[in-house]
Structure formats: structure tokens, C-alpha cells
């Protein structure tokens, strides 16, 4: 007897792609269906529904038993958890001394958590101040972090008046170029305002640590009618260029990061797109910076410190993409209720309760005749205290 062949599991082409077009179609309008979901804030659940015990496994109801006993004594353990933290802490009045004592306790540990400073005002008040380098960080360190993590290179501006004043701290330093993949270039803004004998030995000694640039961001903030062009935030050159509102230095900067998108493209033999993450203390360029790079003035500036509030990302070519972050006083002065800051204007003088010590230490920094020349004021004595 010859046996019978089986039946084949091969099907036409046609209705093989007649399924696959079929499937791609149902995918296609789950994806659309999910879209429409999560615009109207609905959650879908696609969790199967715990089918319990079935009535064939064995010793099913001293399971259960055991089931409900455990639940029993959870109940109980919380409801004992309750009773005692209501017994230990309302039980009773309690003395005003143990009261003020616990108080004091908790400020104690919220003011170490914090980085707050205490203020006795008197013998019965307290005041809690929180140092200006502490507003700064607690409001924009994250936004300062996401454009480290995110930065193949980080510029860090410091202002050419005071070099050491506006550089981040070298354990801070360390701490950012802890990722073998980052590099740091100092950009020393605003050598306008020194002698040109002290912008080469501050380039001489940064340079020490890290590449070092230094330029002059453009300053003018007009538009002019062409295209959103900008006059200050072009480049000049020649004697005259330090005295001009157009930028000054910004070609060596930019071959620089070019150098960087080069030298990443290496092991794929052609340039790559490289991030760049400028970060600093508040009002000494960066956005100032970005707009020169760019040649067009693509963020807002201003002369009042804590301006920029968010990141802004701005593409100056296909290879490099420019990050600008909001400012961060990255030290506190508290001996000085952040007169350092304040003369660096890293912050905002309306934001300054008593404008006392930094007028002290103004004073203490400056001589008589520089005082009297910059604010035009008289010839005047000086106080019993010098």
C-alpha cells in the first residue's frame, strides 16, 4: 500500500505577502494608536490578569490558609509600628526646654544638609542666610551637569581682570575632566580692559594646565538689517581692534575646536560633529563668546549677571555644536557676605541685602587717588578705622 504524501506547508507568494503587508498595517496602526494615547494621557495596560490558584493544585486551601494568616500578621505588625511612634511622640505634654532642645536639633542637621549659614540676630532669634555660591549651584547645577556629561569639549571663560577669581576650582577641574573623553580650553575673555604685558604672562602661566585662548567677545547688541547680522559680533583686526566693538581672537579659538573634530574623526578618517560646553561663573561672556563664534548674535546677553537661565544649543557648522549654560558662582565667601562676588558681579546687586562689605573690600583694594579719578569725587579723610 503506497502511503499518502502530506499535505504541504508552503503557501503562495501572493498570500505570503498579502500576511506580511497585513501585519506591517496592524503595527502601523498600533503605533498610531499609542500616539494618540499618550497626547490624550491614556495608559494602557497590557497585563495579563493573575489567573489565582487553579482547583487542581493540591492542598490548595492550606495555602490559602497560610495566605491569610500572613496577611493577618502584617496587619497586626503595622497597626503595633502606629501604636508606638503614637506613643512616642504624643505622649504627653512635654516641657518647653525638650522642645526647644529637638528644635534646635533639627535645624542643627538641616542647616549641615543645606550649606546654610546661622545668624544670631539675638539671644532668643536666629536668622538662616544661605550663601550666594549655594543660591547659584542648588538653582543651576543640573543644568550644568547635563552639559558636562553631553560636551566633548568644555570651554571654560574666566575673566581677564581676575584669572584665579573666575576659574572653577582645580578639584572641580578634576571632577569635570574625570571622563577620559573630555577636554578643557581656558578662554580668557575681556583682555580689552588690562594692559597687553599682563594678558601674555596670564597666557604664559594657564597655559601651564590647560590650553589657553584669549580673546574679546563683541559687545554691540544692535541688529543690523541684513539677516540678523550683528556689527559687534563680527571680527576686526589691526591696531585699532581692542578699542572697536568687534571681537578680537575668535579665528584661534575656532581653529582650535576645529583641530578637536579633526582629531576625534581620525580613527574614521574624516572630521566628526563634536559638542562644545561653555560653562563658567556669571557675566564673563559666554554667551557673549557664542555669538562671536557664530558671527550673528544667536542668544541673548546682558549686562546683569544670571541672565541666561536655561541651556541653549546653537549649531555654528556641520562639526561643531555650541552648548551655552546658565553661570554658577562655584565657591561661597561667607566671611564677606559675598563681597568678592559682588565685585565681580557675579551677582546681582539688587539681590544683595547689605551692600557694606563690598564697599569695604572695594575700598580695601583700591587707594584714595584711583577713587577719587574713576568717581570724580573730592579729596576726603579717611575714617578712625584707616
Known amino acids: 500500500m503506497v502511503k499518502k504524501k502530506g499535505k504541504s506547508k508552503r503557501i503562495a507568494l501572493k498570500d505570503k505577502y498579502k500576511i506580511q503587508r497585513r501585519v506591517v498595517e496592524s503595527h502601523r496602526k498600533d503605533r498610531k494608536q499609542a500616539k494618540r494615547d499618550s497626547k490624550a494621557g491614556i495608559v494602557r495596560h497590557n497585563k495579563k490578569k493573575d ?3 487553579p482547583n487542581s493544585w493540591p492542598f490548595k486551601q492550606e495555602l490559602l490558609q497560610n495566605i491569610r494568616q500572613s496577611n493577618e500578621r502584617m496587619e497586626q505588625r503595622k497597626l503595633e509600628e502606629k501604636e508606638r511612634r503614637a506613643a512616642k511622640g504624643g505622649g504627653g505634654a512635654r516641657n518647653l526646654s525638650e522642645l526647644v532642645a529637638e528644635a534646635n536639633a533639627k535645624q542643627s542637621q538641616f ?3 543645606s550649606g546654610m549659614v546661622v545668624t544670631n540676630v539675638d539671644d532668643s ?11 547659584s549651584r542648588r538653582a543651576y547645577l543640573r543644568s550644568l551637569k547635563q552639559v558636562i556629561e553631553s560636551s566633548d569639549v568644555i570651554l571654560q571663560v574666566i575673566d581677564s581682570r581676575d584669572p584665579l577669581g573666575t576659574r572653577i576650582h582645580p578639584a572641580i577641574e ?3 575632566l574625570s571622563h577620559y573623553d573630555k577636554r578643557m580650553v581656558l578662554v580668557m575673555n575681556k583682555i580689552d580692559l588690562i594692559p597687553k604685558k599682563n594678558v601674555s604672562e596670564w597666557l604664559t602661566f594657564l597655559r601651564r594646565s590647560y590650553p589657553t585662548v584669549a580673546l574679546k567677545a563683541g559687545t554691540t547688541q544692535s541688529r543690523s538689517n541684513e539677516g540678523g547680522k550683528s556689527s559687534g559680533v563680527g571680527q576686526a ?5 581692542l578699542s572697536s566693538s568687534s571681537a578680537v581672537g575668535v579665528e584661534g579659538l575656532l581653529q582650535l575646536l576645529k583641530n ?3 582629531s576625534n574623526g581620525e580613527a574614521k578618517k574624516s572630521k566628526t560633529c563634536i559638542s562644545v560646553g561653555i560653562i563658567g561663573y556669571p557675566n564673563v561672556g559666554k554667551s557673549s563668546i557664542l555669538n562671536s563664534l557664530k558671527r550673528a548674535r544667536a542668544v541673548g546677553v546682558s549686562p546683569r549677571p ?3 537661565t536655561s541651556l541653549q544649543e546653537v549649531v555654528l557648522d556641520k ?7 546658565p553661570g554658577v558662582v562655584f565657591d561661597d565667601d561667607d566671611t564677606k557676605a559675598g563681597a568678592g562676588a559682588v565685585l565681580r558681579n557675579g551677582i546681582d546687586p539688587d539681590s544683595i541685602d547689605d551692600p557694606i562689605p563690598a564697599i569695604q573690600e572695594l575700598i580695601g583694594r583700591c587707594s584714595m587717588e584711583s577713587l577719587m579719578m574713576t568717581y570724580n569725587v573730592p579729596d576726603f579723610s579717611t575714617g578712625p578705622e584707616g
Open 260 to 262: 578637536y573634530a579633526r
Open 51 to 53: 489567573p489565582g490558584i
Open 111 to 113: 542647616v549641615a544638609k
Open 306 to 308: 544670571g541672565f541666561t
Open 319 to 325: 562639526n561643531i555644536r555650541l552648548i551655552d549654560s
Open 125 to 135: 532669634v536666629k536668622t538662616l542666610t544661605t550663601s550666594h555660591g549655594q543660591q
Open 174 to 176: 578634576a571632577g569635570i
Open 237 to 241: 583686526k589691526g591696531e585699532s581692534a
